[in-house]
């Protein structure tokens, strides 16, 4: 019967053995006058080397892999990024003849060209390593109006915001997600008192992003998608070690905090 053994042990074992390593190749250098003429020792230490040899080969191999993956999932990233870029630009010159058709000074109108304009920052920066500060909160900004023009409900929609920095770089939409789940999760679902506080701050390149909502209670709140895994999977590749997300969940209100350390 085999034995399984954990991942725990695993780990322990590597580490063990590197120690083994490290430790006896000084050994063998200092103590090789006293004991290399002993029976077996010339053995042990072609043994040593051997080993030694391995584990630098296999170190080797496990770095190069982790390049090849790392290069792979960021070619597959772009492609579905290319994909996605198809309809979009027939829906935003769509959105452009719509506007040119509608009434002056009418809610329609301006709908569509708030539409427009996300639009255009999806397609056109999204695509880029980073943008400003003050380009990503005016997104949120097109967005939240627009949703607000969209539900015709009372609620309680906040969006502070203050920012020390407004040209400091960062990874482009990186807070929508956050923020259509809060309305699609609690808004779109209550039919009053509904409200989404979101609180925005940068200082010292240090960003601070915390948004709130409620929910019914028979509706689950914002369980993780797609999106939320994304955005895991995006703030690990290009925040490594310079972010915290967390979430906080009651009967009522769902809390998300983002905080991370711009480059």
Do not use: C
């Amino acid at each position: 019967m085999k034995l399984k053994i954990s991942d725990r042990k695993k780990k322990i074992i590597n580490r063990v053995y590197k120690i083994f390593l490290i430790i006896i190749g000084p050994v063998i250098v200092i103590f090789n006058d006293t004991f290399g003429k002993l029976e077996g020792f010339a053995e042990f230490v072609v043994l040593y080397f051997i080993l030694l040899i391995i584990t630098i080969a296999h170190w080797v191999f496990k770095q190069i892999k982790s390049i090849i993956r790392l290069k792979n999932e960021k070619e597959k990233t772009e492609l579905l990024h290319l994909k996605s870029q198809v309809n979009p630009h027939f829906f935003f010159n769509t959105l452009n003849n719509l506007y040119g058709l509608m009434e002056k000074d009418s809610k329609e109108r301006e709908m569509v060209l708030k539409l427009s304009d996300m639009m255009r920052y999806s397609i056109y920066e999204g695509q880029k390593d980073w943008v400003s500060l003050k380009q990503e909160l005016d997104y949120l900004k097109n967005y939240i109006e627009l949703q607000g023009i969209r539900y015709h409900k009372k609620s309680d929609i906040q969006f502070n915001s203050e920012i020390e920095n407004p040209q400091a770089k960062i990874m482009p939409l990186l807070f929508i997600i956050l923020v259509e789940n809060a309305f699609k999760h609690g808004l779109e679902n209550l039919e009053k008192d509904a409200y989404i506080h979101i609180n925005l701050t940068e200082k010292d390149n240090n960003v601070n992003f915390i948004i709130e909502n409620n929910f019914e209670l028979q509706q689950t709140p914002n369980t993780e998608g797609i999106g939320l895994k994304n955005l895991k999977r995006r703030l690990e590749l290009v925040y490594p070690n310079k972010h915290v997300l967390s979430f906080d969940v009651n009967t009522t209100s769902y809390t998300v905090k983002l905080s991370l350390k711009l480059k």
